[in-house]
């Protein structure tokens, strides 16, 4: 099971740290992502790491995002500096095998094991 934490309201140009805490070992080898959602958009990878600590980002979010974690502390975290109106969501953690891009992940929520969310606002 997967639980995030750290969402809140804060203003433009501000920064958050999300993280997704993992109860017993769901991390293992599995890649694990941050994903958003705004009202009447589709559901978007924003950023992914695999159990090497490899991490990738959305265009939207390089410079401004970085993803880490913690297998010692089953933890993954989301940095988001600089954060704009646009970055506003529902954000979520998923774990899932590494052979899946998060772009699947994001459409096939079956795929992975997901946290219930947490909401960022920005203003």
């Known amino acids: 099971q997967l639980v995030e934490s750290g969402g809140k309201s804060v203003q433009a140009g501000g920064s958050l740290r999300l993280s997704c805490g993992a109860s017993?070992?769901?991390?293992?080898?599995?890649?694990v992502g941050w994903l958003r959602q705004a009202p009447g958009k589709e559901r978007e990878g924003v950023a992914a790491?695999?159990?090497?600590?490899?991490?990738s980002y959305a265009d939207s979010v390089k410079g401004r995002f970085t993803v880490s974690r913690d297998n010692a502390k089953n933890t993954v975290y989301l940095q988001m500096n600089s954060l704009k109106s646009e970055d506003a969501a529902m954000y979520h953690c998923?774990?899932?095998?590494?052979?899946?891009?998060?772009?699947?992940?994001?459409?096939?929520?079956?795929?992975?094991?997901w946290g219930q969310g947490t909401q960022v606002t920005v203003s």
């Open positions: 998923a774990a899932y095998p590494c052979s899946r891009p998060i772009m699947m992940v994001a459409r096939t929520p079956s795929l992975a094991s």
């Open positions: 790491i695999d159990s090497d600590g490899i991490a």
């Open positions: 017993g070992s769901i991390y293992g080898d599995a890649c």
